[in-house]
């Protein structure tokens, strides 16, 4: 992926972060010149001192269990929000007229070697950190597999296979109007904040949070 330097971002936390505030990944493979792509919330493991992991699980009748082996590299992306970026958010357009439609984005790209997990051990406990998280963070009273009966979770858990992949390259690429001046900057914060959409609107707060790196 070509980056210019000054949307280049390669702070460790700053990626992780981004990756747990967009679970949603877009896992590629490319196995005897047959790309797929599966899209599949991971979480995002820290705990080793040797290197960060994501860890999902897919069906086991998902394609990917057949197209990949351990040891397959694969490359995961992941999405913040994006938006087009009209020139009326600058108010250069008035003093010059020297400006241009772009579109806004940030992607996380990470590469490294898929494993499949078959323990219903590994299985079980990846479902419920994936579960906890999420719930936790949008239940006041969170649900957890416990509330499920164990004869129905058992049989979800048996029907699924585990992914585990070690990181091994990670790159931002946050496209945020670091290029333009100050005042331009501004303009695309308030132009995307008052369009009342949703995902414009959470643009807005990233680059008012991305302001201060730039």
């Avoid at 082996?69 to 970026?85: C, K, Q, W």
């Avoid at 400006?99 to 806004?104: A, E, G, I, R, S």
């Amino acid at each position: 992926m070509h980056i210019p330097s000054k949307f280049k971002q390669t702070n460790l936390d700053v990626l992780y972060q981004f990756i747990k505030d967009n679970p949603l990944g877009t896992l590629i493979s490319s196995i005897d010149n047959d790309i797929d792509a599966i899209h599949i919330p991971f979480c995002l493991d820290t705990s080793e001192p040797m290197g960060a992991k994501l860890q999902g699980h897919v069906a086991k009748v998902n394609t990917i269990c057949k197209k990949c082996i351990d040891g397959s590299e694969v490359l995961i992306i992941f999405h913040g929000p994006n938006a087009y970026i009209s020139p009326n958010f600058y108010p250069s357009k008035i003093k010059t007229g020297k400006v241009v439609p772009t579109w806004n984005y940030s992607v996380v790209h990470v590469k490294g070697k898929i494993s499949f997990k078959q323990e219903s051990k590994w299985i079980t406990n990846h479902l419920e950190k994936l579960t906890n998280t999420h719930e936790s963070a949008s239940q006041s009273n969170p649900w957890s597999m416990s509330d499920a009966p164990e004869e129905y979770t058992s049989k979800l858990v048996n029907a699924v296979v585990g992914l585990e992949i070690e990181i091994e390259d990670i790159i931002g690429n946050f496209k945020l109007s670091q290029n333009k001046s100050s005042d331009d900057y501004a303009g695309v914060v308030v132009g995307l904040e008052d369009s009342g959409k949703e995902l414009e609107s959470m643009l807005s707060k990233q680059m008012e949070k991305n302001k201060d790196r730039r």
